[in-house]
């Protein structure tokens, strides 16, 4: 796996913060198999290259956002620097940003984005955006 | 060269530590003194405070919430005040609540109150239908928005408090029947949309 340990510790630092994703994954109907996004969501990061140049630039971002949320209680920031905290693990080029874009699939701010849609369209919508991550992804990080 | 940008990283990473526990452990004013100046009883109106549910304080804990029971003429509502100071995820998005409850809303309009306006909403699940109003209050200017309520909590909290007044949620729903009569509210208990 890439990533520096220094890496990994930002990426435990934007886990400490985000830890209300599990709460919002378990109760909240709109939320609901959020964690399958989340899992589908990571899942390019296992073919990655390893070893490829990664962007640090990418950790202090997830590092301020992560803050932030910390400061002012906004978990939106916290779900954010976990994503990016991720990417900061993976060998960087431009084509990942669609696949960084769509982390949005496993976050509560998709349900909140769709609540006037049915519950099962926004379920729908969530695993169809998580799927196309992987898609995103693959084609960012396949060796 | 990458060691020292690891180090750098890592002494960015102590010092986001160190920050976020500091911020944890300020204490931020709230708004208990505004929650206490709503009267029990008055001219036109009792009411009593009614405990909230186990899954009511589960949610909404740390927080401060406020549930009383008004009976103002005939009518009987339920005003739950929420004061998201000790831990703002306490306070929802109403309508992402309803929503997220099953309740489909049916319609949705903004009512004038003292210092802003309020949103009445009728909400339909099955073969029920009831109505609910709420606003966001910071003791001055009363608004709808959640999208102006989270930038009021953020700049609070980025600041230590000094941007302003802690904004509270406030919901009112009808006891008994479906409807609520907000106007005669407005008139029969003006201090309920003041404070």
């Known amino acids: 796996m890439n990533g520096s340990r220094v890496e990994w510790a930002v990426v435990v630092f934007c886990v400490w913060h985000s830890v209300d994703l599990l709460t919002a994954w378990r109760y909240s109907p709109l939320d609901r198999w959020g964690w399958l996004a989340f899992v589908l969501w990571l899942a390019p990061l296992a073919w990655m290259r390893t070893g490829a140049g990664r962007w640090t630039a990418l950790a202090w971002i997830a590092l301020a956002l992560a803050l932030t949320s910390a400061m002012a209680q906004l978990n939106v920031l916290a779900y954010a620097a976990l994503a990016v905290s991720l990417a900061a693990l993976a060998p960087w080029s431009w084509r990942a940003l669609p696949w960084l874009a769509l982390s949005v699939a496993w976050m509560p701010v998709l349900g909140w984005a769709c609540q006037s849609l049915p519950l099962n369209t926004v379920t729908v919508l969530r695993l169809t955006l998580a799927a196309a991550s992987v898609v995103a992804g693959w084609r960012a990080f396949r060796k | 060269m990458k060691t020292t940008a690891n180090n750098f990283l890592w002494i960015g990473l102590a010092v986001a530590v160190v920050l976020s526990l500091a911020w944890e452990f300020i204490p931020l004013n709230d708004a208990s003194a505004r929650l206490e100046k709503l009267p029990v009883q008055g001219l036109g109106f009792a009411g009593r405070d009614v405990p909230l ?134 008139v029969c208990f003006p201090l309920l949309f003041e404070f």
């Not at chain 2, 899954?55 to 927080?63: D, F, H, I, L, R």
């Not at chain 2, 004038?112 to 609910?132: H, P, Q, W």
């Not at chain 2, 200017?141 to 600041?159: A, D, I, N």
């Not at chain 2, 007044?165 to 008994?176: A, G």
Request: aromatic share 8%.
């Open chain 2, 53 to 186: 549910s186990d899954t009511e304080a589960a949610v909404y804990k740390p927080a401060r919430v406020m549930k009383r029971l008004y009976q103002v003429g005939k009518e009987r509502v339920v005003l739950v005040a929420i004061d998201g100071s000790r831990d703002r995820h306490a306070v929802h998005d109403p309508l992402y609540c309803f929503h997220g409850a099953g309740w489909n809303v049916v319609t949705s309009r903004d009512v004038a109150v003292s210092g802003g306006s309020a949103k009445l909403l009728t909400l339909k699940k099955n073969d029920r239908t009831v109505e609910a109003v709420f606003w966001f209050s910071d003791g001055t200017e009363r608004h709808t928005s959640v999208l102006r309520y989270w930038l009021q909590t953020t700049l609070r909290r980025l600041t230590l408090g000094c941007s302003g007044e802690e904004p509270l949620l406030v919901i009112l729903q009808p006891l008994t029947g479906t409807t609520l009569r907000w106007d005669r509210l407005l």
